[in-house]
């Protein structure tokens, strides 16, 4: 069940991330670049699956503190995106 409850936050992690990352907002903009020179063009989104296999494997073992990491995570994510496109400065 934790691997599940894992797996389906990383699916909104994954959309959440996307959307941001191809907003055009400036602040989303300048940390493109700084991502794409130290890892790439696809950095954060290597970073966002590295955390997801780290929770998904801690899940796998039984670890209910993984769930709620990865869910307050989840949530943290959520909020972004929501400040984000909301458009209340």
């Known amino acids: 069940m934790y691997v599940f409850i894992i797996f389906i936050c990383g699916i909104g992690n994954f959309a959440m991330h996307k959307a941001m990352m191809e907003s055009d907002h400036p602040m989303i903009t300048e940390a493109r670049g ?5 890892l790439g063009p696809y950095g954060s989104y290597i970073l966002e699956f590295l955390m997801l296999a780290a ?8 670890m209910l503190m993984a769930v709620i990491f990865y869910g307050i995570y989840t949530l943290a994510n959520g909020a972004g995106a929501y400040a984000l496109f909301s458009n209340r400065h």
């Open 55 to 62: 929770a998904l494997v801690f899940a796998n073992m039984g």
């Open 34 to 38: 700084s991502f794409s020179k130290l």
